[in-house]
């Protein structure tokens, strides 16, 4: 019986294995390939990919936007998960929901609605020239700045359910103790309630920079031609200059990057946790 | 006074600023699928031309149809897989379980992009020509850990109990299975089912990498719009999206009540 239950866990684990484990090994043989066509195993994809600036420069900005994205999402985030957890009653669970139903829209038809928002001669575009704040057009389209934006408002609501989740936990007992002793609230905060919340905030770093560096089509639409990035190259080898094993060898040294920060946060992560 | 400004104006500007920084360009792009410009600009005068015009555009209303068969498809192996999985973990030694949990949970965590292009890579490598036996399998790969999340919380929550009772009382495993497993497994099916769903429906990634030449999913053709000259159509079907959506969560979260509350909550356990 035990040995027949046992069994049902199978079929997941097949899949997985067949389907995602295999690829990403078949992968790294390809990265291995030369795109010229000669035989044998060669490290010139990965050669290529490190002396060559311009691939170490877009490497870079992926890194540098990602950051980016993290900062704005956990100054957007933090505060608010804070209110969420210790100031608001019955308002939670309306916040909750509102920030919840995004999720369930379309992530293209969000980035195409920041497109046709900070567009020139857009909807924000005019309301600032009535306000007067601009004149002519915006320019804000096609910059790194409209990518940054377009991805902090697509991963920004998981931050704040991860950091929420954090601080809900934190027992409202702790902070009257820690008054009580006469630590002021600013003094409460930092020593108490920040380093309680901290695995929620470590989680959240890694539900938004991780995927963050895999991105392609949020660069693609909202920073256009100076919105290149990792992603967008890896993109463009598969489905415009046909280097495939190139390709893999880039895929690959993102898959490296992404496996290295999910390690070095959960480390982090799990520092606060055993406190 | 302070103490007011501090413990409800503060925090309820902030909430609103937020709230508001995540919804005016939807609703913009919501408003504007009811304006005559074809180029979403202001002045707004009302129009429904372009939903009309999507009424008729069937490249559109035939890429969502794909999208919505794919979806359903997705969910249901992933239920099912979920589920099996769920019922049979608890036999598994401690650190099997967690390696083949990590297993079914590293998809969420390694960029959609890696996973497409190395199923791309996997096709060529056996010599096939895309099809859509792939798609299906890369979406369950990717929709599997959502339907996971919510099958386990609902498990861990079950009081073991309750299946020894049934044995006790002499029900065959079968029986136990039908009676007190299923329904108190459904709500949570429901909901692991409805969030694979989505995550297949909305995904684009794996689609755009894997999809035979011919056939398109919605996303593809909302992407391959914005980039040869979009028209105000993809807004008019982005709200009806939006809309449809919507609803299913209400119905969802009507049906289950708090047992999505329960996922969330669940990793406290």
Same mark, same amino acid.
Request: charged share 10%.
């Given at each position: 019986? $035990?040995?027949? %239950?046992? &069994?049902?866990?199978?079929?997941? @684990?097949?899949? !997985?294995?067949? *389907?995602?484990?295999?690829? +990403?090994?078949?992968?790294?043989?390809y990265?291995?390939?030369?795109?010229?066509?000669?035989?044998?195993?060669?490290?010139?994809?990965?050669?290529?990919?490190?002396?060559?600036?311009?691939?170490?420069k877009?490497?870079?900005?992926?890194i540098?936007?990602?950051?980016?994205?993290?900062?704005?999402?956990?100054?957007?985030?933090?505060?608010?998960?804070?209110?969420?957890? $210790?100031?608001? %009653?019955? &308002?939670?669970?309306?916040?909750? @929901?509102?920030? !919840?139903?995004? *999720?369930?829209?379309?992530? +293209?038809?969000?980035?195409?609605?920041?497109?046709?928002?900070?567009?020139?001669?857009?909807?924000?575009?005019?309301?600032?020239?009535?306000?007067?704040?601009?004149?002519?057009?915006?320019?804000?389209?096609?910059?790194?700045?409209?990518?940054?934006?377009?991805?902090?408002?697509?991963?920004?609501?998981?931050?704040?359910?991860?950091?929420?989740?954090?601080?809900?936990?934190?027992?409202?007992?702790? &902070?009257?103790a820690?008054?009580?002793?006469?630590?002021?609230?600013?003094?409460?905060?930092?020593?108490?309630?920040?380093p309680?919340?901290?695995?929620?905030?470590?989680?959240?770093?890694?539900?938004?920079?991780?995927?963050?560096?895999?991105?392609?089509?949020?660069?693609?639409?909202?920073?256009?031609?100076?919105?290149?990035?990792?992603?967008?190259?890896?993109?463009?080898?598969?489905?415009?200059?046909?280097?495939?094993?190139?390709?893999?060898?880039?895929?690959?040294?993102?898959?490296?990057?992404?496996?290295?920060s999910?390690?070095?946060?959960?480390?982090?992560?799990?520092?606060?946790?055993?406190? | 006074?302070?103490?007011?400004?501090?413990?409800?104006?503060?925090?309820?500007?902030?909430?609103?600023?937020?709230?508001?920084?995540?919804?005016?360009?939807?609703?913009?792009?919501?408003?504007?699928?009811?304006?005559?410009?074809?180029?979403?600009?202001?002045?707004?005068?009302?129009?429904?031309?372009?939903?009309?015009?999507?009424?008729?555009?069937?490249?559109?209303?035939?890429?969502?149809?794909?999208?919505?068969?794919?979806?359903?498809?997705?969910?249901?192996?992933?239920?099912?897989?979920?589920?099996?999985?769920?019922?049979?973990?608890?036999?598994?030694?401690?650190?099997?379980?967690?390696?083949?949990?990590?297993?079914?949970?590293?998809?969420?965590?390694?960029?959609?992009?890696?996973?497409?292009l190395?199923?791309?890579?996997?096709?060529?490598?056996?010599?096939?020509?895309?099809?859509?036996?792939?798609?299906?399998?890369?979406?369950?790969?990717i929709?599997?850990?959502?339907?996971?999340?919510?099958?386990?919380?609902?498990?861990?929550?079950?009081?073991?109990?309750?299946?020894?009772?049934?044995?006790?009382?002499?029900?065959?495993?079968?029986n136990?299975?039908?009676?007190?497993?299923?329904?108190?497994?459904?709500?949570?099916?429901?909901?692991?089912?409805?969030?694979?769903?989505?995550?297949?429906?909305?995904?684009?990634?794996?689609?755009?990498?894997?999809?035979?030449?011919?056939?398109?999913?919605?996303?593809?053709?909302?992407q391959?719009?914005?980039?040869?000259?979009?028209?105000p159509?993809?807004?008019?079907?982005?709200?009806?999206?939006?809309?449809?959506?919507?609803?299913?969560?209400?119905?969802?979260?009507?049906?289950?009540?708090?047992?999505?509350?329960?996922?969330?909550?669940?990793?406290?356990?």
């Amino acid at each position: 019986m $035990k040995r027949k %239950k046992k &069994l049902l866990t199978f079929p997941s @684990i097949i899949v !997985l294995t067949v *389907f995602a484990i295999l690829p +990403l090994i078949i992968m790294l043989v390809y990265s291995f390939q030369s795109d010229s066509g000669a035989v044998g195993a060669t490290l010139e994809n990965y050669t290529n990919f490190f002396l060559k600036s311009v691939y170490l420069k877009l490497t870079y900005r992926t890194i540098i936007n990602s950051l980016a994205v993290t900062i704005i999402s956990l100054i957007i985030s933090y505060p608010l998960a804070y209110f969420m957890a $210790k100031k608001f %009653k019955g &308002l939670k669970n309306i916040v909750m @929901i509102l920030i !919840l139903i995004p *999720f369930f829209t379309n992530q +293209l038809v969000r980035v195409y609605s920041w497109l046709i928002f900070l567009q020139d001669g857009g909807v924000l575009n005019s309301f600032l020239q009535s306000v007067g704040v601009v004149e002519g057009s915006l320019g804000i389209l096609f910059t790194q700045g409209a990518v940054v934006i377009g991805l902090v408002h697509a991963f920004f609501p998981y931050m704040v359910i991860t950091i929420y989740l954090a601080l809900e936990r934190v027992d409202n007992a702790v &902070l009257e103790a820690s008054s009580s002793l006469g630590a002021s609230k600013i003094r409460t905060f930092f020593q108490v309630v920040l380093p309680l919340s901290m695995p929620g905030v470590v989680t959240g770093i890694m539900i938004v920079f991780v995927p963050c560096l895999g991105t392609f089509v949020e660069p693609r639409i909202l920073g256009g031609v100076n919105g290149t990035v990792i992603g967008t190259v890896i993109e463009d080898q598969f489905f415009e200059i046909y280097g495939w094993n190139f390709g893999a060898a880039i895929a690959f040294v993102l898959f490296a990057m992404v496996i290295i920060s999910m390690a070095g946060l959960s480390r982090i992560g799990r520092r606060y946790d055993n406190e | 006074m302070r103490k007011y400004f501090a413990d409800h104006l503060i925090p309820t500007l902030y909430a609103l600023i937020a709230l508001a920084f995540l919804y005016t360009p939807i609703i913009v792009l919501m408003v504007m699928g009811f304006n005559e410009s074809r180029y979403n600009t202001l002045p707004f005068s009302f129009s429904l031309k372009w939903y009309s015009a999507l009424a008729q555009n069937e490249v559109l209303i035939h890429a969502a149809v794909n999208s919505f068969i794919l979806a359903l498809i997705t969910a249901l192996i992933c239920v099912v897989l979920a589920t099996m999985f769920v019922l049979g973990m608890k036999t598994l030694s401690r650190s099997m379980e967690g390696l083949f949990r990590s297993l079914i949970m590293m998809p969420m965590s390694i960029p959609w992009l890696i996973l497409a292009l190395s199923m791309l890579l996997l096709i060529r490598f056996i010599d096939m020509d895309k099809n859509m036996f792939f798609v299906v399998a890369g979406h369950v790969v990717i929709s599997l850990p959502y339907a996971m999340l919510s099958l386990q919380a609902r498990i861990q929550a079950l009081d073991p109990a309750l299946e020894e009772m049934s044995a006790s009382l002499g029900a065959s495993s079968l029986n136990t299975f039908r009676r007190i497993t299923m329904p108190a497994l459904a709500p949570a099916i429901v909901a692991g089912g409805f969030l694979a769903f989505m995550i297949s429906f909305d995904n684009f990634a794996i689609s755009y990498f894997l999809i035979p030449a011919g056939t398109s999913t919605l996303p593809i053709e909302i992407q391959s719009s914005i980039k040869f000259g979009f028209t105000p159509e993809i807004n008019a079907i982005s709200t009806v999206i939006i809309g449809v959506s919507l609803l299913c969560l209400a119905i969802v979260g009507l049906i289950m009540g708090s047992s999505i509350e329960n996922m969330i909550g669940g990793k406290k356990k």
